[in-house]
């Protein structure tokens, strides 16, 4: 099999360069585009695996670019956000973005995100029924959870809600999609609801429930499962 | 000229002049059409010269009309008293119709500032949001090159991967600081939308912390926590960057090998945070004034950066409607926040 080809839509060049620079050192092949344009039709071009995408192009607005790649591709997007607004990065995840980084970011970042989307695109929409992280294993269908071999009992919504986010790992997921994912449409004034189970999990799970290691706060927008 | 004695001048001048004019018809026209002129100019002087001067015509218009066109002319008496009706309905007439069009004036020009006002604050927005994009894209070029620096330093010398460190490192600490002044900048127009939501207070002390990254990487901190806290109304990103702001001082501002403390707990109906480091203190004398560096923007910092950040911090707090204070304690420098509990939204069991 070839090397994964990496579409890299940013303008500024010196970015394009260090994120281009990354992507090959992970053993991908990355395919630049100062544009919009130029970046769809790499994309249509075939053989890519993944895009990293400047929210802030010159020639289309960004959500629109997605908009219109989602249109037909499932290709994971990994946004790269020069904008504070989370308004912004809720817009990009809404619209179909898997991932996003704001910048400045460091290049260790980059690739932890670029790998966790790159192993997702893989196994494509094969289940996986056992999931590990640290010394916790879950299997989705038994609905059993260990954490250092002991039994952890969680209740159906926290097992739902873990559910959710281990099929989505590396996916931001904003609060609104879980709580409608978790329990269901109608409830979109209850968000604390999301904000509570999650600490719950991870009361029962993480080593340090205040620095979460697996289960990620994304301030202002929702929340991340890193493997 | 006076503006203001000039436009009285002009509605006594527009008055005598409709009086003039009206002067040859008075035996062709009917006197309520010569009532008719009268309150036309009082209008007039209404819209362009404004209340005071309307009320002054209003009251001359009747002199006028009855020296001039009620018999006996020349004089202020009446042969028949019902005219004193008719003056009495010109003068209300004339007083209410002044009265509505300066109104209307007023109203006109008060959309007119309102519409200049929001035009000024879109363009300051739109200032804010390039600034903060056109600071952004370098510093991310920066960070990113000195990363991939450091990476590759095979065959280069051992301190080039050092220095790139601390390219990267510097880069962004000015990243810091720009986005602190942006928050300022914005905190202080007024213009920020704050996305206030019921949540636990603990996950911004996780997302802090990783935000922070190198600058508490080898840093021993103890976080003080009880498991039963509440929920707290507040806008996460905005009270993240206070815990930022608070933790990053506290490094900066001790020895590599001190502590860093963050305790939280809850105080007759308040939230109360505080973020203390050993190895330094504040000015002995008046230590709420580290808050003030940056507003007042007289005094030096000791050390480049204090200001903005606590600056910052307590705007924060302060539309949050908590309180920020900043005290020496056992020898160790503290900064200690305070946000209102308020009713938590219920929770139902499972």
Redesign the interface.
């Known amino acids: 099999m070839s090397d994964p080809r990496v579409v890299v839509v940013e303008d ?1 060049p ?2 394009r ?3 281009c ?2 992507v090959r ?1 992970e053993g991908c092949a990355s395919v630049e585009a100062g544009t919009a344009r130029a970046g769809l039709e790499a994309i249509a071009g075939g053989g890519v695996q993944l895009v990293i995408l400047d929210l ?1 192009l010159p020639d289309m607005n960004g959500i629109d670019f997605i908009r219109e790649l989602r249109t037909w591709s499932q290709l994971p997007i990994l946004i790269l956000s ?5 308004q912004d990065k809720i817009a990009a995840l809404d619209a179909g973005a898997d991932d996003y980084l704001t ?6 970042e ?1 690739l932890a995100r670029l790998r966790v989307l790159l192993r997702r695109h893989a196994l494509g929409n094969e289940a996986t029924r056992i999931h590990r992280f640290d010394d916790v294993e879950v299997d989705l269908v038994s609905h059993l959870v260990r954490k250092a071999g002991a039994e952890v009992r969680l ?3 926290e097992f739902r809600l873990l559910a959710v986010l281990l099929a989505n790992a590396g996916k931001v997921l904003t609060h609104r999609h879980l709580m409608q994912a978790v329990w269901g449409a109608g409830h979109a004034e ?4 999301v ?2 189970y ?2 719950r999990l991870r009361q029962k799970l993480e080593r340090d ?4 290691g697996h289960i ?5 927008v929702g929340y991340r499962f890193q493997p | 000229m006076n503006p203001v004695w000039s436009r009285y001048l002009l509605a006594v001048a527009l008055c005598a002049l409709m009086a003039l004019l009206a002067l040859p018809l008075r035996d062709w026209l009917d006197l309520a059409n010569i009532v008719m002129l009268f309150l036309l100019a009082v209008f007039v002087i209404a819209v362009r010269l404004g209340r005071g001067p309307a009320v002054l015509a209003a009251f001359l218009s009747v002199i006028a009309f009855d020296v001039f066109f009620v018999h006996p002319y020349l004089s202020l008496g009446v042969d028949d008293a019902q005219y004193l009706v008719t003056f009495a309905v010109m003068l209300a007439v004339g007083l209410i119709a002044s009265h509505q069009a300066a109104q209307l004036v007023a109203r006109t020009e008060e959309a007119r500032a309102r519409e200049h006002a929001i035009q000024t604050e879109k363009l300051r927005a739109s200032i804010l ?1 390039s600034i ?2 056109d600071l ?10 000195a ?2 620096l450091a ?1 590759q330093q095979a065959g280069l010398p051992a301190e080039v991967g050092e220095k790139a460190g601390i390219i ?1 490192d510097q ?2 600490a000015m ?1 810091r600081m720009v ?1 602190n002044l ?1 928050d300022m900048a914005r905190l202080q127009s007024g213009r920020v939308a704050m ?1 206030l ?4 207070f ?6 802090s ?2 935000l922070l990254g190198d600058v508490l990487a080898s840093r021993r901190l103890e ?1 003080d ?1 009880p498991a039963d806290l509440p ?1 707290i109304r507040f ?3 905005l009270m ?1 960057r206070v815990l930022c702001n608070l933790l990053e001082n506290a490094a900066k501002y001790s020895p590599p090998e001190a502590a860093i403390r963050l305790a939280v707990r809850t105080l007759d109906g308040r939230l109360e945070v505080s973020v203390c480091n050993t190895g330094s203190t504040f000015p002995a004398e008046r230590p709420e004034q580290v808050f003030d560096l940056f507003a007042r923007g007289l005094q030096e910092p000791a050390v480049a950066g204090t200001g903005i950040g606590l600056a910052v911090c307590r705007a924060i707090i302060a539309a949050h409607a908590g309180t920020i204070v900043a005290a020496n304690r056992d020898g160790q420098a503290c900064v200690t926040f305070t946000l209102p509990l308020g009713t ?2 219920p ?1 139902e069991g ?1």
């Open positions: 500024e010196q970015i360069r260090f994120v620079e990354a050192k802030g020069a904008r504070a607004a989370e910048k400045p970011f460091g290049v260790g980059l209740t159906q919504l209850q968000e604390h609801y904000r509570i999650v600490g429930p205040t620095q979460p990620l706060t994304e301030t202002g | 949001s903060s994009h952004r894209t370098p510093l991310t070029s920066l960070v990113g090159l990363d991939s990476d990267r880069a962004h990243h986005s942006l996305n939501q019921w949540q636990p603990e996950e911004i002390i996780g997302s912390v990783r976080i926590l929920l806008d996460a990103v993240e938590p939204p929770v499972e």
